[in-house]
């Protein structure tokens, strides 16, 4: 498996994949081409392939990088290869990339019946914060914080 940066010429990939995944945040086109604006807000955007090739895209994760807390706002894994590691893959190489930025945590919200995203986020030690009630809609649910403090330069295993 091999984990890059996105460019926009992924993102049709990472819109079809997006589409399969009812849990998963849900942008327009015009949104996740706004991300590689050159004045665009500080994000990353990951693929994960399971080639060095640029293709097939199987995988995708985006987090906002503001300087002190990341957040991940997106992860979605092709339902075909789900439960093999890439989902736990693409967020380690984030939070070793705000880890050697500087970053002081990471933080993210879910669907409180996600459990498969939840278990991933738990695994590899996010700690639950807060709920946040009805936060969701189309269906109603609430949404659960979770946290990772970082170490400065931390490697995550
Ligand atoms: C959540 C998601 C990204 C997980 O990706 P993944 O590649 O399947 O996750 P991993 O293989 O790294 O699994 C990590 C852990 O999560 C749990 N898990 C994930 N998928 C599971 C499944 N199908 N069955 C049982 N446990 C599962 C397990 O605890 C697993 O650890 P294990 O391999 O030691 O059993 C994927 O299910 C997905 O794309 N879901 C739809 C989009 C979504 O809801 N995204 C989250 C939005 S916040």
């Not at 849900?26 to 990353?44: G, K, L, M, N």
């Not at 939070?95 to 002081?104: F, S, V």
């Not at 991933?120 to 809609?137: A, M, P, T």
Request: overall charge negative; aromatic content about 10%.
């Amino acid at each position: 498996m091999h984990i890059r940066p996105a460019t926009v010429a992924d993102v049709p990939c990472i819109r079809q994949l997006e589409e399969q995944a009812s849990t998963a945040a849900h942008w327009t086109q015009e949104q996740y081409d706004s991300f590689f604006w050159p004045d665009a807000p500080a994000r990353v955007v990951l693929v994960a392939t399971d080639t060095p090739s640029q293709r097939p895209v199987l995988g995708f994760l985006v987090a906002r990088c503001p300087p002190d807390e990341w957040e991940i706002e997106n992860v979605v894994v092709e339902v075909a290869v789900r439960h093999q590691g890439l989902g736990s893959a693409l967020v380690r190489e984030l939070l070793n990339q705000a880890g050697m930025a500087g970053a002081a945590a990471v933080i993210l919200e879910v669907r409180e019946s996600n459990a498969f995203a939840r278990q991933l986020y738990e695994k590899i030690g996010f700690v639950q914060e807060y709920r946040r009630k009805d936060y969701y809609s189309g269906p109603f649910e609430h949404a659960i914080v979770y946290r990772l403090s970082l170490q400065k330069c931390d490697k995550i295993p």
